[in-house]
């Protein structure tokens, strides 16, 4: 994906994941990460996956503590969760858990980190923003954080305002294009895509992360 600079593997320290074929090697040649750092994140996915479940894959409620240290149900963890469980089948094996985090390094490509937040929001799945998936999202962040506190009306008047800035064609939706054009224009938009911590992340302290 990116032009970096690989490093040699640990032979101190093994890479060893019982469930999954891929290797350092692989993972770094299709990733930012290099060889070690895959290693370094192999710590902190063992971590993190046998957290409530000892079977060596992340589950949601695993994915949902290590976010935010708690396994109630919150529907952008939720979808979050979704977008890295690229097998659908209910776990994140390391693989996947790599390839997503990937998209999360600060020398990951702009573009890539607009679409994978363009498809958080694109709940459907149906290639466009509704206004009922941006509003879902912002009850949802409402709802988790007591502190904000927005009524109704201006929740309204914000996506009456954001859609009318972004949805260029008039359609009601917002395309992949449009919002790109809004990620280009705006960049500050993605700066939750980007973890500064996956620079310089080491076998001996990878759990920074979260």
């Known amino acids: ?30 990733t930012y ?8 994140l192999y710590s902190l996915f063992s971590q993190v996956s046998n957290t409530l479940v000892k079977d060596g894959l992340i589950h949601a ?17 939720n979808r979050v969760f979704q977008l890295f469980d690229q097998k659908s089948n209910q776990v994140i094996e390391f693989g996947e858990f790599v390839r997503a ?26 290639g466009c923003i509704e206004k009922s998936e941006v509003r879902q999202m912002l009850v949802a962040i409402i ?5 904000l506190k927005i009524p109704e009306e201006a929740l309204e008047q914000l996506l009456e305002k954001t859609f009318k800035e972004v949805d260029l064609a008039g359609d009601g939706k917002i395309s992949l294009e449009e919002w790109h054009h809004l990620t280009t224009r705006n960049p500050t938009v993605l700066s939750n895509m980007t973890l500064e911590p996956l620079r310089t992340l080491t076998v001996q302290y990878p759990s920074f992360i979260f």
């Open 61 to 77: 409620e695993e994915f949902q503590l290590a976010l935010f240290g708690s396994a109630k149900q919150n529907v952008f963890a």
């Open 143 to 147: 709802t988790d954080n007591p502190s």
């Open 33 to 40: 990460f290099s060889i070690n750092e895959v290693e370094a």
């Open 1 to 30: 994906m990116g032009n970096c600079i690989k490093k040699t593997a640990s032979p101190e320290k093994p890479f060893t994941p019982d469930k999954n074929a891929d290797t350092p090697e692989s993972l770094s040649a299709i």
């Open 101 to 126: 985090l990937s998209v999360f390094h600060p020398s990951a490509d702009l573009k890539a980190k607009s679409e994978f937040a363009f498809r958080v929001y694109d709940l459907g799945n149906t």
